[in-house]
Nanobody, 124 residues
Framework: QVQLAESGGGLVQAGGSLSVSCVVS????????VGWFRRAPGKEREFVAS????????AYADSVKGRFTISRDNRKNTVYLQMNTLKPEDTAVYYC?????????????????WGQGTQVTVSS
């Protein structure tokens, strides 16, 4: 099994920045990619960004491209999501997830392991 634990959520004003982290533990050799997803109130969970664990390739949703940056520290088994120029519509619970699929998967079904989520609230 793979365990994931998010941290770093909080409240920020529109235009501000926030960083969330995801520590991956357990059988980390099962992890080929780590992704960030979010669920806004009343909406379905959606893809935000993903990173290939060994090669560092990244992918982003169009809605966050240019504002969010995903990165990883393999020595710490940690993936980060730096969020800049935040908008009220970025308000959501942010989840990190681990995938055994090669590349930089961007669909929910590609991910077998999920964290509990961390709340990000952007005020207008």
């Amino acid at each position: 099994q793979v365990q994931l634990a998010e941290s770093g959520g909080g409240l920020v004003q529109a235009g501000g920045s926030l960083s969330v982290s995801c520590v991956v533990s357990g059988r980390t050799f099962l992890t080929d990619a780590v992704g960030w997803f979010r669920r806004a109130p009343g909406k379905e969970r959606e893809f935000v960004a993903s990173i290939n664990w060994s090669l560092g390739y990244t992918a982003y949703a169009d809605s966050v491209k240019g504002r969010f940056t995903i990165s990883r520290d393999n020595r710490k088994n940690t993936v980060y999501l730096q969020m800049n120029t935040l908008k009220p519509e970025d308000t959501a619970v942010y989840y990190c997830a681990a995938s055994r699929r090669a590349g930089i998967p961007d669909t929910i079904d590609d991910y077998a392991y999920w964290g509990q989520g961390t709340q990000v609230t952007v005020s207008s």
